[in-house]
């Protein structure tokens, strides 16, 4: 049946042609905008980890659900602790402290409410490879009343690398404190809104600014974004659950859940539509060429062949077709994927972002699969019904078009 039907698929070389076209088509476009989807996201991920949140952060339970209202009472006394227990996590590749707060920055005319990280700046240059300066330099491990200032609070606030900003503070004890500190530089990360209202600080000014010697989270890099499940396991079990939580990046990252539900959710809707688009075509195409062919199934039916062999190499010849497409779809799209990804594609900057990215074309084995099982499923869905007439089709009648 096979060999029958391998003949037969080469014999009506330009319908086949044809229908192999629509197959391919339909595959390598679901490959390219599965490949760009997932490059989308995967950047989108790790500009997220990579210029605020990390891939885990440790806060004393409480901290996450009201911890903006009262940071005091949910600080981390001893770090050290933690930091010891974040060592033996076997693909950790840094952790560092963080000590968050709120208060007005004044220029020496005007003030501006901001969010306040205190930091550790060699640490935090290493996790930031997605934070860019745009103005003169980063936080140096040396340094102590120096300040950056995101884009948007730079531009508010009309400050620049030399001018001096004040940073008036309530402290744990519930005075008034302010401290004079000179900026350095402007950067600006992933996210536009956190860039409108953050300024970082050394984490010893931050303690000498809000009179505590403690942190609000401990955040830990990892080598691999793979392990971040495998290493929230291993820290959940070895702190204390009582007096700490851990969350991972995706908990984290509201925005990045968000937009890869919507991104998933237009991919699916594009199958479907490929999917359909692909089953017509195909089901044209073999509904043409069971109608050229009907005596000469009629003459297989009056040799002694049942309408059950007649349906069985319709579909059988549909088979072939199917995996020919889905790998020859395969193949185009890995080399087109290869070709746009070696030239890039220039997009301008996300929702929420200042900043462009080139975007490539990703080769991920479940949207290879994906795409070849659309393909492979609508050339065979295609040839059900057209197999399934002619095979009811009475002998009498068939012959008749050998006439």
């Known amino acids: 049946m096979l060999r029958l039907a391998l003949r037969n698929v080469f014999r009506h070389r330009l319908r086949t042609a044809l229908t192999l076209a629509a197959i391919v088509s339909g595959v390598c476009g679901l490959m390219l905008t599965g490949g760009f989807v997932e490059d989308s996201l995967l950047q989108l991920r790790e ?39 974040v060592a033996r996590l076997p693909d950790v590749e840094n952790a560092m402290l963080r000590l968050n ?27 930031g490879s997605f934070v860019a300066v745009t103005d003169g330099r980063a936080l140096r491990g040396n340094d102590v009343y120096q300040i950056v200032l995101g884009e948007g609070v730079a531009k508010s606030s009309k400050l620049r690398p030399g001018d001096s900003a004040t940073l008036l503070v309530t402290t744990a004890g519930g005075a008034l404190n302010t401290l004079d500190f000179e900026v350095v530089g402007i950067f600006r990360s992933f996210s536009k809104d956190y860039d409108a209202r953050t300024v970082r600080i050394p984490l010893a000014a931050a303690h000498e600014l809000l009179d505590v010697h403690s942190a609000n989270a401990v955040v830990v890099s990892l080598k691999d974004t793979g392990a971040t499940a495998d290493a929230a396991t291993f820290l959940r079990r070895d ?37 359909i688009a692909v089953l017509l075509s195909v089901a044209n195409s073999i509904n043409m060429s069971t109608f050229d062919r009907i005596g000469e199934f009629g003459t297989l ?21 199917g995996l020919v497409g889905a790998f020859g779809g395969a193949i185009v799209g890995a080399l087109l994927a290869w070709v746009i990804s070696a030239v890039g594609i220039p997009m301008p900057p996300p929702p929420n972002s200042n900043e462009g990215y080139i975007a490539v074309i990703r080769i991920v084995p479940w949207v290879v699969a994906a795409s070849m099982l659309v393909g492979f499923t609508a050339t065979l869905g295609g040839a059900v019904w057209p197999a399934f007439r002619v095979a009811r089709l009475s002998i009498v009648d068939a012959l008749r078009q050998n006439q």
């Not at 806060?59 to 911890?67: K, Q, V």
């Not at 707060?101 to 996790?127: C, H, Q, Y």
């Open 47 to 85: 500009a997220t980890i990579h210029s605020q949140i990390g891939h885990l952060q440790i806060y004393r339970t409480g901290y996450y659900e009201h911890g903006l209202q009262r940071p005091y009472q949910f600080l981390i006394d001893e770090p050290s602790e933690v930091l010891r227990i």
């Open 301 to 321: 039916r009056a040799l002694g062949n049942t309408s059950g062999t007649v349906l069985r190499l319709v579909l059988s010849e549909n088979l072939v077709l």
């Open 239 to 275: 702190l204390d659950e009582h007096r700490y939580e851990v969350k991972t990046w995706d908990q984290l990252a509201d925005f990045y859940g968000k937009t890869a539900a919507l991104y998933r959710r237009q991919f699916a809707v594009l199958q479907i539509i490929i999917l």
């Open 101 to 127: 707060f709120s208060g007005v920055i004044n220029n020496g005319r005007t003030d501006l409410p901001i969010v306040g990280v205190g930091l550790e700046p060699e640490k935090e240059n290493r996790l």
